[in-house]
């Protein structure tokens, strides 16, 4: 039987790969991911969102925020937490509403920028998810995903940059998840931390509506 983890990959990869409507923002995926969970053919036993846990029940949780894992899965017994990011550059178009075509073109996807905040947020969701498997003993495997039309994330940043070790670049990363400038804003608003091991990213590229996308699934 395969493990839950891989399942739930796999319906991750499914959908990324078969949608071809353009999603506003981060909230917007997560909730046609949800549907699209709950709708598979593997029948799990429930997929919840903004699943809360507090922050209190963690240990050496760094974040003044309290902790709502994206999507959580859950299958015989077993919960397979999966954290999502969805970074964008600024897309407009013409949408439809009602079957009917509006006449102007509207910002469909935002321009957001800070890249170096968006892999930290990356990183943050792989530490989240850690913490929540060393507490929980229904919790043996997590996913994080990232999907962005902003071709930066897949580069490697330069090694003086204030966030190098936080680069999402293709390959293996290290543990330590730290600004290389203790005196800057980032570091003194982003907390350093590390996760438990070297993970390592593998993108993959598709086009949507012409827009094309990079995403990375990491398994925790």
């Not at 990869?13 to 549907?35: G, K, P, W, Y």
Request: charged share 30%.
């Amino acid at each position: 039987m395969s493990k839950l983890i891989d399942i739930v990959r796999q319906d991750v990869f499914a959908f990324l790969e078969s949608n071809n409507e353009l999603l506003f923002n981060e909230r917007d995926f997560q909730m046609h991911l949800a549907t699209w969970l709950r709708n598979s053919t593997n029948a799990y036993d429930d997929v919840d969102v903004e699943y809360y846990v507090p922050k209190s029940e963690l240990e050496n949780y760094v974040w003044d925020s309290e902790l709502r894992l994206d999507i959580v899965v859950k299958k015989g017994g077993e919960y397979c937490p999966v954290e999502l990011k969805y970074k964008t550059k600024k897309v407009e178009r013409q949408i439809t509403r009602f079957d009917e075509v509006l006449h102007d073109k509207i910002v469909v996807m935002k321009d957001q920028g800070a890249q170096d905040l968006g892999m930290y947020d990356f990183w943050k969701d792989v530490r989240r998810v850690e913490l929540v498997q060393k507490r929980f003993s229904n919790v043996n495997c997590g996913l994080a995903v990232f999907v962005t039309n902003d071709i930066t994330y897949t580069k490697a940043s330069k090694q003086t940059s204030n966030n190098y070790l936080f680069n999402m670049s293709e390959g293996v990363h290290s543990r330590e998840k730290h600004w290389l400038n203790p005196e800057s804003t980032c570091a003194k608003t982003h907390p350093n931390f590390e996760v438990e091991q070297e993970y390592s990213i593998e993108w993959h590229n598709r086009e949507m509506d012409r827009v094309k996308f990079n995403y990375c699934i990491v398994n925790i």
